[in-house]
Antibody
Framework: QVHLQESGPGLVKPSETLSLTCTVSGGSISPYYWSWIRQPPGKGLEWIGY???????KYNPSLTSRVTMSLGSSKNQVSLSLSSVTDADTAVYYC???????????WGQGTLVTVSS | FVLAQPPSVSESPGKTVTISCTRS????????IQWYQRRPGKSPTTVMY?????PSGVPDRFSGSIDSSSNSASLTLSGLRTEDEAEYYC?????????FGGGTKLTVL
C-alpha cells in the first residue's frame, strides 16, 4: 500500500517561495502522475498541477507563472515550489498519485501552509 | 467550464442519497468524472473514477452515473451510514487541466 507524506515549512512570509516535498513509500515514482492539490480554509479543492515521472509537467493556468514541480532530492520524492506567495496561498496542500493524468487514486494526509509575516 | 454541485444534502441512515454535478460549457460526456470524499479532519479519498468505476476498497453502496440529458453526473450512496458524512467533490478536466466542483456537504442524520 503506497503512502504519501507531504512535508515543508508550515509558515511562509509573503513574497517568498513555498517549497514542499512529497515522500513516497511502499511504491515507486514511476509510472505515475503526481498531482498537487490545495484547499484554502473554508473553501473547495483547487488543482495546482501535475508532474509525470518522465519529467513532463502541467500547471493550473492561474498559477503557471509561479509553480514548478520536479523530482525531489531523493528518488522517491516529488517537489512543489510556489513563488511570490500571498495570503491567498494559505491552504492545506496535498500530493496525490494517479495512473492517469485526469485523476488521483492515492492522497497524502496534507500539510497546512500559512502565509503570514 | 464550471461544475456545479449543491452546497449541502442530508438524509437519514439506511436511506439513499444522490449528489449531482452539473457541467456548464461543454458536454458532461466529453471527459471522465471523478468523485472524492473528504471526511472532517481527513484528506480526500477517491470514491469513483471514470464516471462509474470504484477503486478497490470502496463499497458497492457507492455508484456513479452520467445523464447527458441534464448534462450532469451523479454520485449515489445507498444504505447510508454515519461514516458517509463528508464533503464530496466532483472533478473533471479541460485538456490537461483539472476542474473541481464546489463540493457538497453530506449530512447523515
Amino acid at each position: 500500500q503506497v503512502h504519501l507524506q507531504e512535508s515543508g515549512p508550515g509558515l511562509v512570509k509573503p513574497s517568498e517561495t513555498l517549497s514542499l516535498t512529497c515522500t513516497v513509500s511502499g511504491g515507486s515514482i514511476s509510472p505515475y502522475y503526481w498531482s498537487w492539490i490545495r484547499q484554502p480554509p473554508g473553501k473547495g479543492l483547487e488543482w495546482i498541477g501535475y508532474f509525470y515521472f518522465t519529467g513532463n509537467t502541467k500547471y493550473n493556468p492561474s498559477l503557471t507563472s509561479r509553480v514548478t514541480m520536479s523530482l525531489g532530492s531523493s528518488k522517491n520524492q516529488v517537489s512543489l515550489s510556489l513563488s511570490s506567495v500571498t495570503d491567498a496561498d494559505t491552504a492545506v496542500y496535498y500530493c496525490a498519485r494517479g495512473f492517469q493524468f485526469y485523476y488521483s487514486d492515492s492522497w497524502g494526509q496534507g500539510t497546512l501552509v500559512t502565509v503570514s509575516s | 467550464f464550471v461544475l456545479a454541485q449543491p452546497p449541502s444534502v442530508s438524509e437519514s441512515p439506511g436511506k439513499t442519497v444522490t449528489i449531482s454535478c452539473t457541467r456548464s460549457g461543454g458536454s458532461i460526456a466529453n471527459n471522465y468524472i471523478q468523485w472524492y470524499q473528504r471526511r472532517p479532519g481527513k484528506s480526500p479519498t477517491t470514491v469513483m473514477y471514470e464516471g462509474n468505476q470504484r477503486p478497490s476498497g470502496v463499497p458497492d453502496r457507492f455508484s456513479g452515473s452520467i445523464d447527458s440529458s441534464s448534462n450532469s453526473a451523479s454520485l449515489t450512496l445507498s444504505g447510508l451510514r454515519t461514516e458517509d458524512e463528508a464533503e464530496y467533490y466532483c472533478q473533471s478536466y479541460d485538456g490537461y487541466n483539472w476542474v473541481f466542483g464546489g463540493g457538497t456537504k453530506l449530512t447523515v442524520l
